[in-house]
């Protein structure tokens, strides 16, 4: 159903409904029955049937999607009359209290789709998982939604990352199983790493080596331990003559293993595996049939023959041994004798894909990577590397990527059920961790533990004062205060001299280690908005007027009782982030408070209406003046309405969050007065104004929507009801807060 009718066929029932807000009689008929009464039925829709019986709970699927309509203002259509704010308010709270006393909602827990794994989980999943410090920095940019990047709707999966996947598996392995500190085995060596005295031996680009007569080049590589090695030239030749381009390898000038390179163009393997001695080696290229005949008369004969390698690759030592790095031992916990290594290969895999995948895995699973780990050891290959194999589709198959909730084949849509041990586990530990879940909850979750006996309530705790939940108070405190963006304000250096890329990392680092803080303390909530400490290196403080810190190292600061750098609107990250690069913005700072504090967005802006600095104000006046002129547009009044007082309350702090008290030669003024009298004189009133339980609320719902990953909806209100009340007996603590929410129907049971 078209949800731009269901916003219609709202209109139309609120004059008769006893229910409506008062006021709204003429609703229906101005924006609604020209196209949908009885007698015009655009889309085939009929209001008439509705105006009869207006009751929200007899249909509260339409109902929920006729206030997303009005919401996102799909409801008039733009070229019609619109309703003034006051009235799509109305209607949208009237429609919030009916559905929030539908019984149905009071445990609906909603439904999260089904979520890949952002770069930032990627990353500390395989560092828990192998000990494996990999950066997936060549991995697509993740999309955002409502906030935040853990939102399941935004985390697709291009073509492009599945790619990159794979190629991640197998850097992943090798760095895991053979390391990458210094004096390991040579992995890689570039084409152009092999040097020659031969003018006739030189690179084509940054990693191609180019052979154009017979010659020989050298590299030097320090191998460690004895055992088998398998040395792989990357190569390809321009084919001219009878023959291919012949490549010699040679080891400390001994030569052990000759290729005739058919590939062309696109450089292919060629492979040799041979036993050496741990230590210093010397290793040779050497091109032996050049080819030259320009003149030939038979074509195939004719042309220039000449060889090129892209690299040169040595895996080993091969042998497995119960030595290795913190890495390898992840994998080889045991090993197999002569004969034993299909049954250890599977045994191990086994093993490993239960931790990759948090959950048992199922014989089918096994069998398949057993399948495949036996078609490498039928090659003759390792058993290194033929369980490397078996660990790269582990690492490639959906079951690791993706955070899977499945439910059974028998659940139908609209059944509700609790999630398992293992899923709580899952969704508990990527919420303060942004990582796999650790031994001890896969241990409660296989003895079926983990929601019993208040073992959730301590986990929690537990996990709250691991080191780990440092990734929480960085990777939700920057989304929240969309901090993320500082990067790309190309702030005037001109008109901001004092400002360096320098004090700008020292911005955001003072917002990190505060909300850490925060939280590591459990703190109230409310210590977000005006608090006695901050954090600063000397850069910074000489930024805030502040003495008696020297040196680079961020250290805590007791702040003076009238320091206006308490809390995160006084942070110069955040005071940054909301304004120009030549100016302050009380209209961004404004409504970057209703938004991200207050949780009460206000519309975008109408369409005709045009920027600041394009419409038609004093553009020599104060910031002030010049907003007093712009809201002079009655389409511009409303919101500006909400928002300039708080911006205003701000402009003591210019665009890099430095301290002042006049805008040029005239005094800022930062008295003003919101919607409904609340008078707000200057940033104390303003922090004043903002400790209540309406920002607890708020940042509640922020924190549930990145934990949850999804967008809160209307059903959800009973269920942050319960989390405010539990966080309030508490006065508000954090630490409560997030247990609160961890506690909630929405985060331990799932809809279909």
Not at 129 to 139: G, K, S, T
Not at 490 to 497: A, L, M, S, T, V
Not at 679 to 685: A, C, I, R, T
């Amino acid at each position: 159903m078209n949800r731009h009718f269901l916003a219609l066929f709202l209109a139309s029932v609120l004059p008769i409904s006893a229910a409506v807000p008062p006021g709204l009689g003429g609703f229906a008929k101005q924006y609604c029955f020209d196209c949908h009464g009885a007698k015009k039925q655009k889309g085939d829709f009929n209001f008439e049937p509705f105006v009869a019986k207006p009751d929200v709970l007899a249909d509260p699927k339409t109902w929920q999607k006729v206030a997303d309509a009005l919401e996102s203002r799909e409801m008039p259509p733009e070229e019609k009359p619109q309703p003034t704010e006051a009235e799509r308010k109305d209607v949208l709270r009237w429609i919030d209290d009916a559905l929030s006393a539908d019984p149905a909602n009071a445990h609906n827990p909603g439904r999260v789709t089904i979520r890949r794994l952002n770069r930032t989980e990627y990353r500390n999943t395989i560092r828990d998982l192998l000990a494996v410090d990999f950066d997936p920095a060549d991995f697509p940019q993740d999309e955002t939604a409502h906030g935040f990047d853990t939102n399941a709707d935004a985390l697709t999966l291009p073509p492009i990352l599945m790619e990159r996947y794979i190629d991640a598996a197998e850097r992943i392995v090798t760095l895991a199983f053979f390391g990458e500190k210094t004096g390991s085995p040579v992995r890689k060596l570039r084409g152009t790493q092999f040097t020659s005295k031969d003018e006739n031996v030189r690179p084509i680009d940054k990693s191609v080596i180019g052979f154009y007569r017979e010659a020989e080049a050298m590299a030097e590589g320090k191998f460690e331990g004895d055992g088998e090695y398998i040395i792989k030239a990357m190569a390809y030749g321009e084919q001219a003559g009878p023959e291919a381009p012949e490549l010699a390898v040679s080891i400390d000038g001994e030569r052990i293993a000759e290729f005739g390179v058919k590939a062309s163009r696109k450089a292919e393997a060629y492979e040799k595996k041979l036993t050496l001695k741990g230590g210093d080696h010397r290793i040779g290229l050497a091109y032996l049939n050049n080819y030259n005949d320009t003149r030939n008369p038979d074509p195939k004969l004719r042309g220039d023959r000449n060889l090129f390698v892209a690299s040169v690759e040595v895996i080993g030592p091969l042998h497995v041994t119960q030595d290795g790095p913190e890495s390898y031992r992840r994998v080889f916990t045991k090993l197999p004798k002569p004969g034993e290594e299909s049954a250890v290969a599977r045994e191990l895999l086994s093993a490993f894909a239960a931790r990759a995948y948090r959950r048992p895995v199922a014989p089918a699973e096994v069998a398949k990577l057993s399948k495949l780990v036996d078609g490498v050891l039928a090659q003759k290959a390792p058993f290194i590397e033929a369980v490397g194999v078996g660990v790269q589709a582990v690492l490639c198959s959906p079951a690791f990527l993706f955070r899977w909730e499945l439910d059974s084949p028998n659940t139908k849509a609209g059944d509700i059920r609790p999630l398992t041990d293992y899923e709580v586990a899952s969704r508990l530990s990527y919420f303060l961790w942004s990582s796999m879940p650790d031994q001890p909850l896969l241990d409660l979750a296989a003895r079926g533990e983990l929601l019993t006996g208040g073992n959730l309530d301590k986990q929690t705790t537990r996990m709250l004062q691991d080191p780990r939940a440092k990734t929480f108070a960085l990777n939700f405190a920057e989304q929240w205060l969309q901090l993320r963006a500082i990067g790309e304000i190309e702030i005037d250096r001109r008109k901001f001299p004092k400002f360096s890329d320098a004090l700008r990392d020292a911005m955001v680092q003072e917002s990190r280690m505060f909300f850490d803080a925060v939280l590591r303390e459990n703190r109230p909530v409310f210590d977000l908005i005006e608090a006695d400490f901050t954090f600063a290196n000397q850069r910074l403080a000489e930024h805030y007027g502040l003495t008696d810190v020297k040196g680079d190292e961020f250290r805590r600061v007791a702040l003076p009782a009238d320091s206006p750098r308490g809390g995160v609107l006084g942070q110069a990250s955040v005071l940054l982030a909301t304004s120009q690069p030549t100016r302050t913005s009380p209209v961004i700072r404004g409504k970057w408070v209703l938004d991200q504090i207050l949780g009460t967005p206000p519309p975008p802006p109408a369409a005709n209406v045009p920027p600041l600095e394009d419409a038609k104000v004093d553009k020599d006046a104060t910031m002030r003046v010049r907003l007093e002129q712009h809201r002079a547009n009655p389409d511009c009044a409303g919101c500006h309405a909400k928002m300039d007082p708080v911006g205003f309350a701000l402009e003591n702090f210019d665009a890099i969050g430095a301290w002042r008290t006049r805008e040029g030669p005239t005094p800022i003024d930062t008295a003003s007065v919101l919607p409904g009298g609340v008078k707000l004189d200057g940033f104390p009133e303003l922090k004043k104004y903002l400790k209540s339980e309406k920002f607890a609320r708020a940042f509640a719902q922020n924190v549930a929507t990145y934990a949850l990953g999804r967008k809160l909806e209307r059903y959800d209100r009973p269920a942050i009801d319960a989390i405010m009340a539990r966080a309030k007996a508490d006065g508000f603590r954090i630490q409560t807060l997030i247990a609160a929410i961890v506690g909630s129907d929405p985060f331990l049971r799932r809809k279909q």
